[in-house]
């Protein structure tokens, strides 16, 4: 599930901007695109150019630059993503960048220095933020096919609700993929926190946790983990640059 797990790695970094610090339902669009970079400070310069271009400037989304940790055998090194607070948000950054003179030139920059390994659409529909200001944090995302959705429904927002998940050292996102090519997977969810030590001693955690053991209990009845991604946040850049 290389392509939806790269679609999704550092999203869930900028969806605290739109999270309640509760768990709640939050729907917020998005892009993510996987990337093999040769030149990581050019792609950087060419992100903030045009963040900084009369195009960039007007984009209503929040953008961010993560550095793939971990994933698997699969080539891609970062991942860009694009979240917007609504649907109409998304396609007026569309309008905003189709035949612009400023993304055009966006674009060649980015070719020279990096390769799109998968472009992927995706949606987050609920969240639990219990730490909102983090500076560069680390995500782990697992992808997920879903069997029976009402089944998974159920189980993962009462563990989402869980006092393990109360607990952890930061946040929790879910969403599901949209669009995604040829490559499985239907959903997804993160783990959010400060750094990769403190994320991965808090996955730990709460996966040992006796809330996480009743809902893995038939967890296999209604979905299966298809991949996991750790990566850790470079950049971000708001709607104000």
């Known amino acids: 599930m290389k392509k939806s797990i790269l679609l999704c790695a550092a999203w869930m970094i900028a969806a605290s901007a739109f999270a309640d610090n509760h768990m709640a ?14 030149d990581p400070a050019a792609v950087v310069e060419a992100m903030k150019t045009y963040r900084a271009s009369p195009t960039g400037a007007q984009m209503p989304s929040t953008v961010t630059l993560s550095q ?39 674009g060649r920059r980015m070719r020279g220095v990096a390769t ?48 393990a998940m109360k607990a952890f050292p930061g946040n929790a996102f879910f969403g599901a993929i949209v669009a995604m090519g040829d490559t499985e997977g239907t959903h997804w969810v993160s783990f959010q926190a400060a750094d990769v030590g ?29 991949a996991r991604l750790v990566s850790r946040q470079l950049m971000t850049m708001g709607p104000e640059g």
Request: without cysteine; charged residues 15%.
């Open 25 to 38: 339902p939050q729907i917020t669009y998005g892009q993510s695109y996987s990337l093999i970079v040769s």
């Open 68 to 106: 793939n940790v971990a994933n698997g055998s699969y080539q891609s090194t970062h991942t860009v993503n694009v979240f917007y607070p609504s649907a109409e948000a998304m396609a007026a950054g569309m309008a905003l960048a189709a035949g612009s003179a400023d993304s055009a030139e966006f």
């Open 116 to 163: 799109v390994e998968s472009e992927n659409v995706f949606t987050m529909l609920l969240s639990r933020v219990n730490q909102e200001a983090m500076e560069n944090p680390a995500t782990m995302l697992f992808g997920l096919n879903v069997t029976d959705q009402a089944a998974f429904m159920k189980a993962l927002t009462r563990l989402l609700d869980s006092e």
């Open 198 to 226: 403190t994320l991965l001693a808090g996955v730990d955690t709460f996966m040992k946790s006796a809330d996480f053991a009743a809902y893995a209990r038939n967890a296999s009845d209604f979905r299966e983990v298809t």
